[in-house]
């Protein structure tokens, strides 16, 4: 369990109370676009008591320089997709839980904790005052001296449309045939292809094949497993989204939550940061284009009053919640590039982190009720109107 440190909830503590809205402004939840061998990634994030300077792919890590706080401690909190993490990592391809992952803050390991939905992976750690670099890193997967690594050419495919898996396995190469098996399943289990094929003597694959016409969209997991007598047992996973309404899982210590997508956008890639209690989406769709998104998202995922934000265009929202979920309804115009909207609440699984949050953001209420009241006369009550604001503003 990622624990939530005192300098955490002290910053948690200290977000104005009113407005609600400015609670829940989104302010530090951020992206950064990284580049490397010729591809361009972006990476949504979260951060306390720092701001996020260079990111880079280096020497088999993911290097960042951050300018955190003197005093107080901090945490930041990553979306990365699954192909970047391969470009530094590529053992990664056969860890799907990303066991072998290790974060180094100037050089000491910090523990961190990861959350997993569809293609992208938010890894969260804690720093201490005056950190300035960190290192993301993967290390090999213990007991596998072979590889099986995969790829698709699109992580977005529609039902009735045909999908391309190529894959390869590394050592053992004196085995002139290896057979592979490939299943494609979802969120709930549902298995759309599980097909069999014959790698050549380098260890390469290819399955070409054609999503059913009936397959629910969301959130694919492709697993290939060695089926060969002269390999052990290895596996090699990637994801692929189905384009129709469908589900996502997200996936955090242990705990499974699914949440429902329908949109008309080109794609809808969500990411899920547990520390900045928001649940976004990626869109991509032609400039100038109205696009339309319904998502169904479970309390336990993220409850409280939803806020959609977004710096996307002519955005519009309608929130509706029952007693198991919320249905939010996106009205947006595409801007031609790669847009994120964020939808944050206030609590966010696993719902006992906050139960302790809640508890001191309750007491630093009162606190600062019995403070007001003691301060009604005189000076404060002839400024009070500017001693409130500083108050908030801080």
Same mark, same amino acid.
């Given at each position: 369990?990622?624990?939530?440190?005192?300098?955490?909830?002290?910053?948690?503590?200290?977000?104005?109370?009113?407005?609600?809205?400015?609670?829940?402004?989104?302010?530090?939840?951020?992206?950064?676009?990284?580049?490397?061998?010729?591809?361009?990634?972006?990476?949504?994030?979260?951060?306390?008591?720092?701001?996020?300077?260079?990111?880079?792919?280096?020497?088999?890590?993911?290097?960042?320089?951050?300018?955190?706080?003197?005093?107080?401690?901090?945490?930041?909190?990553?979306?990365?997709?699954?192909?970047?993490?391969?470009?530094?990592?590529?053992?990664?391809?056969?860890?799907?839980?990303?066991?072998?992952?290790?974060?180094?803050?100037?050089?000491?390991?910090?523990?961190?904790?990861?959350?997993?939905?569809?293609?992208?992976?938010?890894?969260?750690?804690?720093?201490?005052?005056?950190?300035?670099?960190?290192?993301?890193?993967?290390?090999?997967?213990?007991?596998?001296?072979?590889?099986?690594?995969?790829?698709?050419?699109?992580?977005?495919?529609?039902?009735?449309?045909?999908?391309?898996?190529?894959?390869?396995?590394?050592?053992?190469?004196?085995?002139?045939?290896?057979?592979?098996?490939?299943?494609?399943?979802?969120?709930?289990?549902?298995?759309?292809?599980?097909?069999?094929?014959?790698?050549?003597?380098?260890? +390469?694959?290819?399955? &070409?094949?054609? %999503? /059913? $016409?009936?397959?629910?969209?969301?959130?694919?997991? =492709?697993? !290939?497993?060695?089926?060969?007598?002269?390999?052990?047992?290895?596996?090699?996973?990637?994801?692929?989204?189905?384009?129709?309404?469908?589900?996502?899982?997200?996936?955090?210590?242990?705990?499974?939550?699914?949440?429902?997508?329908?949109?008309?956008?080109?794609?809808?890639?969500?990411?899920?940061?547990?520390?900045?209690?928001?649940?976004?989406?990626?869109?991509?769709?032609?400039?100038?284009?109205?696009?339309?998104?319904?998502?169904?998202?479970?309390?336990?995922?993220?409850?409280?009053?939803?806020?959609?934000?977004?710096?996307?265009?002519?955005?519009?929202?309608?929130?509706?919640?029952?007693?198991?979920?919320?249905?939010?309804?996106?009205?947006?115009?595409?801007?031609?590039?790669?847009?994120?909207? +964020?939808?944050?609440? &206030?609590?966010? %699984? /696993? $719902?006992?982190?906050?139960?302790?949050?809640?508890? =001191?953001? !309750?007491?630093?209420?009162?606190?600062?009720?019995?403070?007001?009241?003691?301060?009604?006369?005189?000076?404060?009550?002839?400024?009070?109107?500017?001693?409130?604001?500083?108050?908030?503003?801080?």
């Amino acid at each position: 369990m990622f624990k939530v440190t005192f300098a955490l909830i002290i910053a948690i503590c200290m977000i104005p109370i009113v407005p609600f809205a400015d609670a829940q402004s989104g302010e530090s939840i951020m992206a950064v676009r990284v580049s490397h061998d010729g591809k361009e990634y972006v990476v949504p994030y979260f951060i306390l008591n720092a701001e996020l300077g260079d990111v880079e792919v280096n020497n088999g890590s993911l290097h960042l320089s951050i300018n955190s706080d003197k005093e107080n401690g901090g945490l930041l909190e990553l979306a990365l997709p699954y192909g970047l993490l391969k470009q530094f990592w590529p053992e990664a391809t056969g860890d799907k839980e990303l066991s072998g992952l290790v974060v180094f803050v100037d050089g000491e390991q910090v523990p961190a904790d990861i959350t997993h939905v569809g293609s992208r992976f938010a890894i969260a750690f804690e720093f201490p005052a005056g950190s300035e670099n960190v290192d993301i890193a993967g290390g090999s997967i213990p007991g596998e001296a072979f590889l099986l690594t995969l790829e698709t050419p699109t992580r977005w495919v529609k039902p009735g449309e045909s999908v391309e898996i190529t894959g390869m396995i590394t050592g053992g190469r004196d085995a002139e045939a290896r057979s592979v098996r490939i299943i494609v399943q979802n969120a709930a289990g549902i298995v759309i292809l599980d097909e069999k094929v014959v790698a050549d003597p380098e260890g +390469r694959f290819v399955l &070409t094949d054609t %999503i /059913p $016409e009936g397959a629910e969209g969301g959130g694919y997991e =492709i697993t !290939a497993e060695s089926d060969s007598s002269t390999l052990p047992k290895i596996k090699g996973y990637e994801f692929l989204n189905v384009h129709a309404p469908g589900f996502f899982k997200v996936s955090t210590e242990g705990k499974n939550e699914n949440f429902f997508v329908s949109s008309n956008s080109s794609s809808y890639e969500p990411f899920f940061l547990k520390h900045g209690m928001t649940l976004g989406l990626l869109m991509d769709g032609p400039e100038e284009v109205q696009g339309e998104t319904r998502l169904h998202i479970p309390h336990p995922l993220l409850g409280g009053r939803l806020a959609p934000v977004a710096d996307i265009r002519d955005l519009g929202f309608n929130v509706n919640s029952d007693a198991d979920q919320s249905a939010v309804d996106l009205f947006y115009r595409h801007s031609g590039q790669q847009d994120i909207i +964020r939808i944050t609440g &206030t609590t966010a %699984i /696993p $719902e006992f982190d906050l139960v302790l949050v809640s508890l =001191i953001l !309750a007491a630093t209420v009162a606190g600062t009720i019995v403070m007001l009241r003691s301060s009604l006369a005189g000076k404060l009550i002839k400024n009070g109107n500017n001693t409130l604001s500083n108050h908030q503003s801080n």
